[in-house]
Nanobody
Framework: QVQLVESGGGLVHTGESLRLSCVSS????????MGWFRQAPGKQRELVAT???????DYADSVKGRSTISRDNAKNTVYLQMSGLKPEDTAMYYC?????????????WGQGTQVTVSS
């Protein structure tokens, strides 16, 4: 069973930066993609950033230019570097790993790490 453990969240002020980490119990290159999602109270979970096995990345428009997703294959760790944080970035951030499977991929989730941005 795949385990994902996030860390790095916290309370910051507007404009500050954070780096979130997600450590996988399995080799991250086994996954077709890894990503970060977030969910604010009363809102649906939304995709923040995706890093594909190929190295390609996708970002939500709301974080594009302020966030970078990266990985350290040797450490089986994926990072989300966020800068210029805004109060609307406040949410629980979840790490996701997607594994190819038939008829649908397997999705694995971490327990989440809270990011709170004060104005």
């Amino acid at each position: 069973q795949v385990q994902l453990v996030e860390s790095g969240g916290g309370l910051v002020h507007t404009g500050e930066s954070l780096r979130l980490s997600c450590v996988s119990s399995s080799t991250i290159l086994n996954f077709q993609s890894m990503g970060w999602f977030r969910q604010a109270p009363g809102k649906q979970r939304e995709l923040v950033a995706t890093l594909y096995r190929s190295g390609n990345t996708d970002y939500a428009d709301s974080v594009k230019g302020r966030s970078t997703i990266s990985r350290d294959n040797a450490k089986n760790t994926v990072y989300l570097q966020m800068s210029g944080l805004k109060p609307e970035d406040t949410a629980m951030y979840y790490c996701n790993a997607r594994q190819s499977n038939w008829p649908r991929p397997n999705d694995y989730w971490g327990q989440g790490t809270q990011v709170t941005v004060s104005s």
